[in-house]
């Protein structure tokens, strides 16, 4: 309300929103009079005595006889001032009256902008509420980093007084916050983000700090305005997160760093099982004895297997599993590993057949290792799961106009799969037959395995089957850097008919493939009468071994049904080579080892003049042999560096077998003085160096070895390093070392026999 002086009393304000304390109170002013008001009498009399008294004037000199022009002039002169005052008045009035509305404007305008004053404070006082309820900090500072505001929170955070905050720099209250450089800003502005870690009285908190630098376009002035937010929960679940993380990683490493030990240890006594039990297969044994330790070779190298497989699914899992590219022949790992698992074939009395494409590159970059690995579970599945029939290879090359990939597709006539099952087979622990009275064992991890390093490699696998019509794997891997084969071999059987004469479908078939994709023609028989209608024309005739008799009958009646003028070649399994005397005499010209190698067949049926059978002599498995060294027919001197006595023994016995002279030292450094001392009587033809010995192991034997025929200028003795670790990663790291050859654990007395042999010098 406005007293009569003009000032309107002060009425307190309520308080806003029940936030902070009760807001500050508002003043409304009046504006002041413009001028002091004279009193109503004042106003209205005078005009009213001037009047009067020029009358009065006027009357009494027209009394006295003045001349009438000065009564006249008075009473004119008295007329003339009413004009003139009631013009003044009107005038007054009317200025008055427009004072008075420019007064109330003004007074409203100035209530108008109080209202807007206190409506800004208000708002400021709401803002600031808010802000402090949620918890952030605000603080602006000046160009000197010194506070110019902090709020209540930051206040209570440090536990100082808000209003001693002015002026202090945050490095004062043990904050390490800068500031931004002039020469960060652009545009006249500069965000900046940092995690900060502010001590207070209940311990360390973490605050998200971000602040706006601003510096004025026309002063220059600088201000850094920042509000943080309390993130310590989210600190503290990160570090718990890295804790667990590291934890896991040790626990992985651990784990593999375990197994690796563990699947290290496992197969040191393997090999003497396996070794062992192979020599004692070589002595004279009753039938009931041969079967014992051929159940003992079986069930060693189904846990062998096991173990792989677990090893491998460990790193997997672990994340160490890396490819190793490196130039490969596909034909070369696919023939091997044909050969390698015929025997199950064979013993399983079902085929095995392996058909590349003549398109197929030479060599590829690839990890051979993998491919190896992936290949074996593929082809060992389909044997274990066939009881009849067989399985088929095929690789061929699917060449598009941005891709190039090589295509490897197992076949089999085994039991086949459930729709349901297609995908389940490929995870972890997972089997086709996952019932108790499944007929095949297993861990369900060789496919899982198999996918993981497909995938690994760029590649993809997939299966296809149907339940009792077997099934097909198959899977593709990038051709790269592929070296182009000859394209001499697409023809290379122009002009050439063939008959295949066996009732093994799946490798009769392989090798039609292999006939017709490099430009021959072959007809498949299963009955010598069937064959008879396909003589005319013939070149070649393969037969299989096993539907011949011991006296050669089949091939005198197919000579009699027109197959008088054709090469005769006969198609012999591993077991059947003491039988090549009697074929030769029955008028075989040549052998065809099972399974058949597509560059064997081709050289032989190329052949213009095949030579004929010779009569083998007979050898007994493991029997010495004798190697050509010299001009003269000598064993080869074989130093063994191994600290295992039953590795040693086994070692040591199958070379003797083989005709070489040995040498055994049970570490390192023996090793090293018996190959650089003056003592020795003759220089060693080979080293078989075992890598963990005590005194000094077997890398650092190499070295030394490496380093003391360069000193004394000799040639280099090849090294063989033993090691029950199959890893890649291990054969390259010997290799680099100075190694010759890599022989891996458990031995396989052919195998090791090979690979000493292999790495003398003829």
């Known amino acids: 309300m406005v007293t009569e002086s003009g000032i309107r009393e002060t009425e307190s304000a309520e308080n806003v929103d029940g936030i902070g304390p009760e807001a500050p109170s508002r003043q409304h002013i009046a504006a002041p009079p413009l001028a002091p008001e004279l009193p109503a009498a004042n106003r209205e009399g005078l005009p009213f005595l001037m009047l009067v008294a020029i009358v009065v004037l006027a009357g009494l000199s027209h009394l006295t006889g003045a001349p009438i022009f000065i009564t006249v002039g008075l009473l004119s002169t008295g007329m003339a001032g009413l004009a003139v005052h009631l013009r003044a008045r009107r005038t007054a009035r009317r200025t008055v009256a427009l004072l008075g509305e420019t007064a109330a404007r003004s007074r409203a305008e100035v209530e108008s902008l109080a209202d807007r004053v206190w409506e800004m404070q208000e708002s400021e006082e709401r803002f600031r509420g808010l802000i402090d309820a949620l918890g952030d900090l605000v603080v602006h500072r000046d160009r000197d980093a010194h506070i110019v505001y902090a709020n209540k929170v930051f206040a209570e955070l440090v536990g100082a007084d808000q209003r001693d905050l002015a002026g202090k720099a945050l490095a004062d ?117 041969r079967t014992y330790v051929g159940a003992i070779s079986t069930s060693a190298s189904a846990l062998l297997a096991l173990i792989e497989d677990l090893l491998d699914y460990s790193k997997i899992e672990a994340g160490r599993f890396d490819p190793e590219p490196q130039p490969m022949s596909v034909r070369e790992i696919a023939d091997n590993i044909v050969e390698l698992l015929a025997a199950r074939a064979f013993a399983k009395n079902i085929g095995l057949g392996c058909h590349v494409e003549p398109d197929v590159p030479q060599m590829i970059s690839a990890d051979p290792g993998r491919v190896r690995q992936v290949l074996l579970n593929l082809i060992g599945n389909a044997i274990k799961f066939t009881d009849s029939g067989g399985v088929l290879v095929s690789i061929a090359r699917a060449r598009t106009e941005t891709t190039d990939r090589i295509g490897f597709t197992v076949t089999d006539t085994g039991p086949g799969l459930h729709e349901d099952d297609l995908e389940r087979i490929f995870e972890e622990f997972e089997q086709a037959d996952g019932t108790s009275t499944r007929a095949h064992g297993g861990a369900g991890l060789g496919l899982a395995i198999s996918r993981r390093l497909v995938i690994a490699m760029g590649g993809t696998i997939s299966v296809s089957s149907q339940l009792g019509q077997g099934s097909e794997f198959v899977f593709e891997i990038p051709a790269i850097s592929a070296t182009e084969p000859p394209q001499s071999r697409r023809d290379a059987l122009s002009g050439r008919r063939a008959v295949i004469l066996s009732k093994n479908a799946i490798e009769a078939d392989a090798i039609a493939r292999t006939i017709r994709a490099n430009g021959g023609k072959v007809d498949l028989a299963t009955t010598a009468a069937q064959a008879a209608s396909f003589a005319e024309g013939c070149d070649a005739l393969l037969v299989d071994a096993a539907m011949e008799e011991g006296d050669g009958r089949l091939l005198k009646r197919l000579r ?126 080979v080293v078989l160096m075992d890598l963990h010995m005590p005194v000094m192991d077997g890398l650092d034997a190499i070295a030394a070895i490496r380093r003391h025929e360069e000193e004394t200028a000799v040639s280099p003795v090849p090294i063989m390093v033993l090691s029950a670790d199959s890893q890649e990663t291990t054969r390259h790291a010997v290799l680099a070392h100075g190694a010759s050859g890599f022989v891996t654990k458990p031995l396989d007395p052919d195998a090791l026999v090979h690979a000493v042999e292999g790495h003398v010098a003829a």
């Open 560 to 685: 009699q049904s027109g197959f008088a003028d054709c090469e005769a070649i006969t198609l012999i399994a591993p077991t059947d080579r003491g039988m090549l005397g009697e074929f030769r005499a029955s008028g075989y010209a040549t052998f065809l080892a099972r399974p058949v190698r597509g560059e064997t067949l081709l050289r032989v049926l190329l052949t213009s003049s095949v030579p004929a059978l010779t009569q083998p002599q007979p050898e007994k498995r493991g029997a010495p042999t004798a190697r050509a060294i010299g001009g003269r027919r000598r064993g080869l001197s074989v130093l063994i560096a191994e600290d295992n006595d039953i590795n040693a023994m086994l070692a040591r016995a199958t070379l003797l077998k083989a005709g070489h002279r040995v040498k055994l030292v049970g570490n390192g450094k023996a090793a090293v003085e018996a190959i650089t001392g003056t003592d020795h009587k003759y220089r060693f033809d």
């Open 173 to 289: 209250l043990g904050i390490d916050v800068g500031i931004v450089p002039d020469a960060a800003f652009s545009d006249h502005e500069c965000l900046s983000s940092t995690d900060v870690a502010i001590r207070t009285p209940s311990g360390p908190r973490w605050f998200s700090w971000i602040e706006l630098s601003v510096r004025d376009k026309e002063s220059g002035a600088v201000s850094h305005r920042a509000i943080a937010r309390d993130i310590t929960a989210r600190k503290h679940a990160e570090t718990s997160l890295i804790t667990a993380r590291e934890r896991a990683e040790y626990a992985s490493q651990a784990k593999s760093r375990f197994l690796a030990t563990v699947s290290h240890e496992i197969r040191t006594p393997m090999n003497g099982i396996m070794g062992m039990a192979k020599l004692l297969a070589d002595t004279g044994l009753s039938p009931q004895q």
